[in-house]
DNA sequence: TGGCTCCTTATGACTGGACATTATGATTGG
DNA sequence: CCAATCATAATGTCCAGTCATAAGGAGCCA
């Protein structure tokens, strides 16, 4: 008797035994279904999770095949900064720097395939934690898209959290990178110009259209970490790791 | 007729449709299936994946409730350098530039729990596009529990490929985050020293026991890339961005 | 008030069956 | 020898039912 957890560790443990090497195709669900003595269903569950974990693939009428190379994934889980900073035991404190109303700069025009005719909501917006600048957070938001970024203050709350129950189910590209910190952002958070900070860009769209721009400066020693592995669900955290 | 697609894709409408805002209950699988028309098992598949999306949470006896704050996740993809270098359609070279063996830095020993004793082969090595400097791997094996990597010459591929395929199903703790490059950086990047660059360090362990531990320079201008929403699957693009 | 037990309810998992879908590989025809 | 065709084998999906599991909440008792 095997549920499909148990049908999926002893498939790791065989292809980790090499009894079942990368390249190598295993045994067909029937098949598998009588030597564990389960449904096909269940044995079909297991390897849909193997398929997800990037461990093994599937061809219809071909079979199962482990794969060469495992592929290695992490799921990161992007974290509103309210609830990043709280769950780290700091107070959370929200600044707004500044906010205007114009066209999109060109770099960002061409970056978001917009007419130049556009009219964004600028906001520039500090995250604290315990006091100390966290996150700095430049901010467009298309007028066209979402109309009521117009008039919406955005002084309590920053607009991400605001943005998200706007909408909610959003196609999204996001980016990670490097890079040195120039006046601004050495002003806002208390760092030396040139100092090398971690930087997230995201672009959100709606129905094919654009809706918003942002790009995250996150305070000098800034890590995004994740741990995984084959049984531990994947879980991601922030660390600070000041000083 | 509907399939689980079909559900999942309307519970999102309704959710995206304010029918059943955040925080809110949702009806129970039985009267979902009587009004899809479908098994309970359809309405189940189709709920595990908007659990798995991070859209809806759901407990036993309680019920299924639309999430106050949709769970943003990404699912990055960690590339084996080679592939990515290629798919971009660059070609790929690998140098080693220095290999020793010794105890591990004391840095390393408290990071990694290690007992001062144990020795580690420690790799520098460097991966070339198109001639370019792509990526700086400094690398520690713990020689203690991969002893194969005492006398394996890692001169023609890197430590990466070869160790994925001895521990293909390790437990992985991995770190994003930006850091100003050092002389010894800056001369195998051909970048400034103080440059930002990304980088990577990830911490590899099987059964409990450290196996090695990895920091990767990625050249200047490098971005990490990864697009998602909930019709489409995640696929992740690493892009050089040079220039 | 506070804490304990126990019933109930909703999700989670599995079964044994069925039909749908597809790509492969063999067969056939030019 | 190549290309089109087709049977088939494997995965993908679904059904109707059952049993397992967890936790909310009512009721009870101190």
Same mark, same amino acid.
């Given at each position: 008797m095997s549920s499909f957890r148990d049908i999926k560790a002893d498939i790791i443990r065989r292809i980790s035994g090499e009894e079942w090497t990368p390249g190598s195709r295993i045994p067909n669900e029937i098949d598998l279904a009588r030597s564990y003595g389960t449904a096909r269903a269940t044995v079909n569950r297991a390897m849909a999770e193997l398929v997800d974990d990037g461990i093994v693939e599937r061809r219809r009428k071909a079979g199962t095949f482990v794969r060469d190379v495992p592929l290695r994934q992490v799921r990161l889980s992007i974290p509103i900064v309210r609830s990043e900073i709280e769950q780290n035991g700091a107070s959370y404190r929200y600044v707004l720097l500044q906010s205007s109303i114009g066209p999109a700069p060109e770099w960002l025009q061409a970056r978001l395939a917009l007419p130049s005719t556009v009219e964004m909501r600028k906001l520039s917006c500090l995250h604290l934690a315990d006091g100390l600048p966290y996150q700095l957070e430049d901010r467009w938001i298309n007028l066209a898209a979402t109309? !009521? !970024?117009?008039?919406? !203050?955005f002084d309590k709350t920053g607009p991400s959290e605001w943005l998200i129950r706007q909408i909610p189910f959003s196609e999204v590209e996001i980016s990670f990178s490097a890079a040195s910190a120039g006046p601004d952002e050495a002003h806002s958070l208390g760092c030396a110009v040139g100092d090398a900070l971690f930087r997230i860009e995201r672009q959100t769209y709606w129905t094919g259209q654009a809706v918003t721009f942002v790009r995250l400066w996150f305070h000098r020693g800034y890590r995004l970490t994740s741990r995984y592995g084959p049984g531990t669900d994947t879980q991601s955290a922030a660390r600070t790791g000041r000083g």
């Open positions: 109309p !009521a !970024a117009r008039s919406f !203050a």
